[in-house]
């Protein structure tokens, strides 16, 4: 995964659902001290960025969004990229930007972008979300594997978050379905969900196993 924030250092594994030694300090601070908690956690494991998140049940981090937890959809889609506002995000991928849009209130996405590449003759999507507007790229750009298409955002821009990004792998039919607007799902939604959304690591592992040896 290092491609995608171009950095040869990192990532250290910081995970937020209901079993993670770190989950206290994500409920009960501003992002501004989570903020200055990640920077210190990075250093101590001498990283520059971290991930979190894939299939993680996060019923506690969502309690503040109403309809999230009424809909039961707790379980956490793909994986967070945390690192500094600013930093740089890179296509993994030969790629094109396939849309571009702002998820405006608190607890969305801010920014957020769809790439679309093909992996072993399907179409597959990236989205990365809570990133800033500068710097990101256009519809129809086409972007050759490691070049920049944007970066992390701030808080007043990528839905009141600490500093990361989400990055959700989804089929055709995911993206047709509109799963580009859910990046949580229930338990029962679990036993289908690779249809919809597959696993970052399932799909880095497929092209990693298609390289020549």
Known sequence: MKEILGTNKGPAHLPL??????LEKFLNSSNE???KFINEFHK??????SISGDRENRVDLYQINEN?????????????????AGSALYSPFDSQVEHVEYDKGDGNYGWFIVLRTIIKDEPIYLLFGHLARDGLAAV?????KGERFGFIGDTHENGNWFHHTHLQVLTQRGFDEGWVYKGLCTKEQLLTIDQFCPSP????SQVNSSRPK
């Open 68 to 84: 999230i937890i009424n809909e039961g959809r707790t379980i956490h889609l793909g994986i967070d990229i945390i690192a500094p």
């Open 140 to 144: 129809g750009t086409q972007l050759v």
């Open 17 to 22: 659902g209901q079993t993670s030694p770190y």
């Open 44 to 49: 101590e494991h001498d990283v520059s960025w």
């Open 33 to 35: 001290e989570i903020n």
């Open 201 to 204: 690591g399932k799909i880095f």
